[in-house]
C-alpha cells in the first residue's frame, strides 16, 4: 500500500522481498533474494533515493555496510531500539515517557521478584514477540518458573506490570527526518485473540485524554528519532491515564482507515516522510470510520466474492491478493465511513463478515 | 488509475499495450504487443474474465471474433457508435437527446447550406477529431471548402451549429451490463487551448439544471447501453439548456477528482461495472473540490519536484511517471479539497503551477 501511495507520486518504487509473500503483489521491479546477503543488499540499493521498511524486522539496516550514502528511513538506531522491547522501555523511561511498571528481569530470581511485587504481570520476550506470542501472563513463582523456561534469552525477558486498562488507543505519527511531524487522531483499537480486530475514530475519549495520546505519540517519535509513519499503541486506563503499551515504526493496521477517511493516508505520509516532501494533512474528512481486518476462514485458494460486503452503505473494501486463505490469515480488511461511530462500526462489521473467500 | 484500483479490491490486472506509452506504469503483466494481430489478443485474453478499455479507440471489440467468451464492457456495439460522431449524433437523436443542431454532411453542398443555415459552424471529422484537432470553425462557403478540403472522409463530416455556451459541464455515470448505474454530481469543467484545464464541484447549477444533466448522462449511457463508466460532456447555455456535446466511453479526466473527493472513485466504479459488482456512492465526500492538470512546459527527461504543491492545504498530487516531459504533454494533475469551490480552485491552480517537472 505504500507502493501504490508513492506511484501516484510519480515516485518509481522498487521492492526486496527475502520469500515469496503469497500476496499477488502487483508492481513490477520486485526482486525476490537472500536479503541478509550483502551483495544482494548492494546491488538491489544501487540508485535508490530513500529505503523504508514494511517490517522492523527487515534487515535493512544491514544496507548501512554497503550502501553508506542511502536514505534508510527509518534509521539503523530506531530499528535497533523497536526490535528489543527492554531497550524500547529503557529508551521511554530515559525520556520520562509514561508507560507500564516493568523489569528488565536478567534472571529468573529477578522476574518471580517482579510478578511478586506487580501482583499479575506480563512476561515477554525481548524480541520477537506480537500478536500474543512470545508472551505469558503470570501470578505466582510456577507461572514465571514455567514462563522463564520458554520465553527468556541470555540477556533474560521483560516483566511488564499487567495494566488492568480501559481501552486501548492507537495514534499515529508521520516525521520527517528534520523533526518535522503530523499526528493523526488516535484510534480506538480492539483486539481479538491477541490480534486487532477493529479501529475506529474518532476514539470518543475525553479531549484530555485525546491530546495527552497524541503528546506522548509526537514525544515517542522523538525518543526514537524515527522518520516514516509510525503507530504508539496505547493503554488508556479508567482514571484517564494512558501508558504505552509498545511502537511499530512503519504503517501500522490500526491506521489503514487513514486511506479512506483522512485527508491524506498514513502510506502516502510515509512515503512523503520518507522521501523528506511536505506532510499531508492528517485530519479526518468524514465524520467517522470504523475498519474491520477481514481474516480467513478455511484452508485453500482463495476465490473472493465482494458482492454482499460491496453492498454495505459506505464500505470500501481492500483486500490483498493473496491466493491462499488459511484461518485466522489477514486477507484485508473493510473500512465504512460514516456520519457516526456506532453506524460506521456495525456497517464495518457486517461488510467484514460479508466477504467470502 | 483502474487497474490500481482493481488491485484494491483484490482482483488480478494484465495490462495490453500497443507501444511503450511512456508512463512509469508500475505493474507487472503488462504485455507490450501488436494489438491488432488476432493471436495475440487471443493469448493475452485468455483467461480474462472481463475486458475494459483505456481508450474507445483501443481495438478491443477484435477480441470478438477470436475469444467470444470474453465479457468485453464497454461492447462493441458501444465502441463502434463512439468511435464515429456520425453515428454518436443518429444515437442520441433516436433517444430523443437534446444536443446541438446538426446536419451528417456526405457533400461539401450539404455542408456549405448547414453552414449558411446555422450561421456559425464547427466541422468535425467523424473519426479522430479530439482536443480541439480536426475541426474548423466555420462561417463562409470559402471556410467550409477549406475545411471539407481537410478535414472529409468517405462519408462527409459533421457539422454541428455553434453553442454559445455559458458554461460546460461533464458528467460520469457507471452502469453495469444489467442497467444499474450510478451517476456522480456534475462538474464544471473548463478548457484553455481546446484541452482541459480545471474541473469544479460542486458546478454550481440551478437544481434544474444539475437534475437536467445527470437525467441526459444517465439516458446516454442507456442509449449506447454502456458498460463500465462514461462521461457526458455537455454545454449549459445561458437559458440553462443542456446540450450533449460527446461522450467518452471510459474513466475521463473530467472526473479525476472523483479520487480525492467521493466516496467511490470513477476508477473503483469503473472496475466494480466492469466486474459485475455492486456500484459504489458516487456522493462527495467533501464539501467541494477542484482539479488543475498538470502540463509539461518544456522538453526533456522529467525530474519532478513536488516540494512547493504538497505545502498547498488540502492539495493531492497525482503524477503518472511519465519519464520525458514535452510542453503541453499532461503529466499528472492536482485536486484540492476544500469548504467551498472558490478556496478549493484558488489553491489548485497555485498547486498546479507549483509543480515542477
Given at each position: 500500500?505504500?507502493?501504490?501511495?508513492?506511484?501516484?507520486?510519480?515516485?518509481?518504487?522498487?521492492?526486496?522481498?527475502?520469500?515469496?509473500?503469497?500476496?499477488?503483489?502487483?508492481?513490477?521491479?520486485?526482486?525476490?533474494?537472500?536479503?541478509?546477503?550483502?551483495?544482494?543488499?548492494?546491488?538491489?540499493?544501487?540508485?535508490?533515493?530513500?529505503?523504508?521498511?514494511?517490517?522492523?524486522?527487515?534487515?535493512?539496516?544491514?544496507?548501512?555496510?554497503?550502501?553508506?550514502?542511502?536514505?534508510?528511513?527509518?534509521?539503523?538506531?530506531?530499528?535497533?531500539?523497536?526490535?528489543?522491547?527492554?531497550?524500547?522501555?529503557?529508551?521511554?523511561?530515559?525520556?520520562?515517557?509514561?508507560?507500564?511498571?516493568?523489569?528488565?528481569?536478567?534472571?529468573?530470581?529477578?522476574?518471580?521478584?517482579?510478578?511478586?511485587?506487580?501482583?499479575?504481570?506480563?512476561?515477554?520476550?525481548?524480541?520477537?514477540?506480537?500478536?500474543?506470542?512470545?508472551?505469558?501472563?503470570?501470578?505466582?513463582?510456577?507461572?514465571?518458573?514455567?514462563?522463564?523456561?520458554?520465553?527468556?534469552?541470555?540477556?533474560?525477558?521483560?516483566?511488564?506490570?499487567?495494566?488492568?486498562?480501559?481501552?486501548?488507543?492507537?495514534?499515529?505519527?508521520?516525521?520527517?527526518?528534520?523533526?518535522?511531524?503530523?499526528?493523526?487522531?488516535a484510534v480506538r483499537s480492539e483486539h481479538r485473540d491477541h490480534r486487532l480486530h477493529a479501529a475506529t475514530v474518532p476514539a470518543g475519549f475525553s479531549d484530555a485524554t485525546e491530546q495527552t495520546a497524541r503528546r506522548v505519540a509526537l514525544d515517542t517519535l522523538a525518543a526514537l528519532d524515527a522518520t516514516g509513519v509510525a503507530t504508539v499503541e496505547l493503554f488508556v486506563t479508567g482514571t484517564g491515564e494512558v501508558l504505552i503499551n509498545e511502537v511499530a515504526p512503519r504503517p501500522h493496521n490500526t491506521a489503514h482507515l487513514t486511506i479512506d477517511a483522512h485527508h491524506t493516508s498514513q502510506f502516502e505520509n510515509h512515503a512523503r516522510a520518507v522521501l523528506g516532501l511536505p506532510l499531508g494533512d492528517s485530519g479526518l474528512r468524514v465524520p467517522a470510520a470504523c475498519m474491520v481486518n477481514v481474516l480467513g476462514q478455511r484452508e485453500g485458494a482463495a476465490s473472493p466474492d465482494l458482492d454482499d460486503a460491496l453492498r454495505v452503505p459506505g464500505a470500501s473494501v481492500h483486500l490483498y491478493g493473496k491466493a491462499t486463505v488459511r484461518p485466522q490469515r489477514k486477507m484485508g480488511h473493510v473500512t465504512v465511513t460514516a456520519a457516526d461511530v456506532d453506524t460506521a462500526r456495525e456497517r464495518a462489521e457486517a461488510a467484514a463478515a460479508a466477504v467470502r473467500l
Open positions: 500500500m505504500t507502493a501504490l501511495a508513492a506511484a501516484r507520486l510519480g515516485v518509481p518504487v522498487r521492492v526486496l522481498a527475502d520469500r515469496e509473500t503469497g500476496t499477488g503483489l502487483p508492481f513490477s521491479g520486485v526482486t525476490i533474494a537472500d536479503w541478509e546477503d550483502p551483495v544482494v543488499l548492494r546491488d538491489w540499493a544501487a540508485g535508490c533515493d530513500a529505503v523504508t521498511v514494511e517490517s522492523e524486522w527487515a534487515p535493512a539496516d544491514r544496507l548501512l555496510a554497503v550502501a553508506p550514502d542511502v536514505r534508510l528511513r527509518p534509521g539503523a538506531a530506531t530499528l535497533t531500539t523497536v526490535r528489543h522491547k527492554g531497550r524500547q522501555r529503557r529508551a521511554f523511561a530515559e525520556a520520562g515517557l509514561p508507560q507500564p511498571e516493568h523489569v528488565l528481569a536478567a534472571t529468573r530470581d529477578e522476574a518471580r521478584a517482579a510478578v511478586e511485587r506487580f501482583g499479575t504481570a506480563v512476561l515477554k520476550q525481548f524480541e520477537g514477540s506480537y500478536d500474543g506470542y512470545g508472551n505469558a501472563t503470570c501470578r505466582s513463582e510456577r507461572d514465571v518458573d514455567a514462563a522463564w523456561d520458554d520465553l527468556a534469552a541470555e540477556d533474560g525477558l521483560l516483566v511488564e506490570s499487567f495494566v488492568a486498562f480501559e481501552a486501548e488507543a492507537a495514534v499515529t505519527v508521520a516525521r520527517r527526518a528534520d523533526g518535522e511531524a503530523v499526528v493523526y487522531p
